[in-house]
């Protein structure tokens, strides 16, 4: 979770790119690039000539790609798009797909569109967990969400979420009201007691800036 750390954009990138070689977890990925000054290449022959002892179970390419198969579009063979990602969800996951742990899988796969996963995310996601068998993920659940305990972690998937629910695809700096209140929703449920005392203040404040907004035209 690189997003855990303070990184410049370039840093990030250099994690990411490390990961997809050595399949290691972000913080091995940025303790051998501190290590050798971020300089890629030279991370990765640290990363080897140290032989670090792996920091997960090794995971089966095949079966995450047999997972992949059962879910992907039939229309559109790199992407599982609604009834695909309904069967991963509801059926083999058991999950709601407006929950938390709904958007905290999102995050883990870094899903760019509501609704689908790409083929790369897919496969992100089940490395970054070190899952490859729907068994296995259902079992992390419970420790994906006791994560959310950790403010760090949960800021994390709240950024996450502002550009996740972005419809300007991450480009914009606000987010309109009525794609962020069902995010609020399931980000705060349960952490804020006024949850709905504060969606009540925004709906009336928004009526009242369009109100004058239609006054001066």
């Given at each position: 979770m690189a997003s855990q750390y303070k990184l410049s954009s370039s840093q990030r990138d250099r994690v990411k790119k490390f990961n997809a070689i050595t399949r290691s977890s972000d913080k091995v990925a940025i303790d051998c690039l501190q290590m050798s000054n971020w300089r890629l290449e030279q991370a990765v022959d640290y990363?080897?000539?140290?032989?670090?002892?792996?920091?997960?179970?090794?995971?089966?390419?095949?079966?995450?790609?047999?997972l992949f198969q059962r879910y992907r579009d039939p229309q559109c063979s790199d992407r599982i798009l609604a009834t695909g990602m309904e069967r991963f969800l509801v059926t083999d996951l058991h999950i709601d797909p407006e929950s938390l742990?709904?958007?905290?899988?999102?995050?883990?796969?870094?899903?760019?569109?509501?609704?689908e996963f790409t083929r790369e995310e897919f496969f992100r996601g089940f490395r970054e967990l070190g899952c490859d068998s729907i068994n296995s993920l259902r079992n992390k659940l419970p420790s994906l969400l006791s994560d959310m305990e950790d403010k760090q972690t949960?800021?994390?998937?709240?950024?996450?979420?502002?550009?996740?629910?972005?419809?300007?695809?991450h480009e914009s700096k606000s987010l309109v009201l009525q794609y962020a209140i069902p995010y609020w929703e399931i980000l705060l449920?349960?952490?804020f007691c006024h949850l709905?005392?504060?969606?009540?203040?925004?709906?009336v404040s928004l009526f009242i800036h369009l109100h004058l907004m239609n006054s001066i035209r």
């Open positions: 990363f080897y000539r140290q032989n670090p002892t792996p920091t997960g179970p090794t995971i089966n390419e095949a079966k995450i790609d047999q742990i709904t958007l905290i899988l999102a995050w883990k796969f870094s899903a760019k569109t509501q609704g949960f800021r994390s998937l709240y950024l996450f979420t502002f550009g996740f629910a972005n419809l300007d695809k449920r349960g952490r709905s005392l504060w969606f009540k203040f925004l709906q």
